[in-house]
């Protein structure tokens, strides 16, 4: 995908409308048009980036420094308890559009949303290999 076909760009452009929570010279902010709960936004680079890990780390810290003032604006606008920050990267993960966002969902106790991680265990002398894996990568 481009940035032309890209339904992020077009908000970040003035292009499609949206309920706009936050804007700078790089991040646009804005509530999520199917949200998990109330006060649910999006926080997007103005740039076009697919995949997390492709996205300059000067603007990755300007995303999370506006994640984080958002996030205390939402709960304390909706009376959040909490909130979650997810950024998925890859249909697998479910990523829906192809340009990098981060959720801001706010919580409160006992809403059922994401009610249960999915937590395993790793099978003997697993954890040592994968570790040792990921630290070559890097």
Not at 40 to 62: A, F, I, M, N, W
Not at 71 to 85: C, D, H, L, P
Request: with cysteine; charged share 20%.
């Amino acid at each position: 995908m481009n940035s032309n076909d890209c339904i992020f760009c077009k908000i970040a452009a003035g292009e499609i409308p949206c309920s706009k929570v936050f804007e700078d010279d790089s991040v646009i902010a804005f509530l999520d048009i199917a949200p998990v709960s109330v006060g649910h936004t999006l926080v997007v680079p103005k740039g076009h980036y697919e995949e997390l890990d492709r996205c300059p780390s000067h603007l990755l810290g300007d995303l999370i420094g506006c994640v984080g003032r958002i996030a205390r604006a939402i709960a304390g606008a909706t009376g959040a308890e909490g909130y979650n920050v997810l950024c998925n990267t890859g249909r697998a993960a479910g990523q829906v559009v192809d340009h990098v966002h981060f959720h801001v969902i706010p919580r409160v106790s006992g809403d059922g949303v994401f009610s249960h991680w999915p937590a395993g265990e790793y099978e003997k002398g697993q954890a040592e290999e994968v570790l040792a894996s990921i630290c070559e990568k890097l």
